[in-house]
Every structure is written in structure tokens, then in C-alpha cells.
Nanobody
Framework: QVQLVESGGGLVQPGGSLRLSCAAS????????MAWYRQAPGKQRDLVAS???????SYLDSVKGRFTISIDNAKNTVYLQMNSLKPEDTAVYYC??????????WGQGTQVTVSS
């Protein structure tokens, strides 16, 4: 069983930046893509950004130009750089590993709060 451990969340003022990290406990050989989701209170969980093993990225429209997903394969870590944060970005952010022919992995979540 692989553990995904997120870190980097916290409280930031509007316009500020945070970098989330998601470290896998070991290499995931069956991985197809890594992603970040977020869920605000009372709302559904949304896909924020994803990156495939070939490096192709995709983003939620509302974060395009502000968020950047990246991966360090040597460290088994995926990052989400979040700039120009807005109050509507407040949510619990979850790391996700999509696997080929096997169950996906989820992290425990990290809280991001954007408020003055």
C-alpha cells in the first residue's frame, strides 16, 4: 500500500502564494497520472490540475495561469504551485494517483484558507 502525504497548506492572504507537496511513500509503477483535487465545504470535489507520466498537464479553468502542477520523479513527489490566490480557492486539497488496472490512491488532504 502506498501512502500519499500532502503538506504545504495553511492560511494566506488574497494575492498570496502557497506550494503544496504530495510525497508518495514509494515509487508507483502502475501510475497513469497524478492530480490535485479540492473540496470546499458543502461542495463537490473538483479536479484542479493533473499531470500525466509524459508530462502533459491540464487545469481547471478558474486556476489557469495561476496554478502550476509539476512532478519530481526522483523524489516521488508532485507539487502544486498556487499564485494569486483568491478566497474562492479556499478548500481542502487532495493529492490523487491514478493507476493503470488498479485502485487509485488518495492523500489525507491539506487545508488551504485564503482570507484577509
Amino acid at each position: 500500500q502506498v501512502q500519499l502525504v500532502e503538506s504545504g497548506g495553511g492560511l494566506v492572504q488574497p494575492g498570496g502564494s502557497l506550494r503544496l507537496s504530495c510525497a508518495a511513500s514509494r515509487t508507483i509503477f502502475t501510475i497513469a497520472a497524478m492530480a490535485w483535487y479540492r473540496q470546499a465545504p458543502g461542495k463537490q470535489r473538483d479536479l484542479v490540475a493533473s499531470i500525466t507520466t509524459s508530462g502533459r498537464t491540464s487545469y481547471l479553468d478558474s486556476v489557469k495561469g495561476r496554478f502550476t502542477i509539476s512532478i519530481d520523479n526522483a523524489k516521488n513527489t508532485v507539487y502544486l504551485q498556487m499564485n494569486s490566490l483568491k478566497p474562492e480557492d479556499t478548500a481542502v486539497y487532495y493529492c490523487h494517483a491514478a493507476r493503470i488496472g488498479a485502485s487509485d490512491y488518495w492523500g489525507q488532504g491539506t487545508q488551504v484558507t485564503v482570507s484577509s
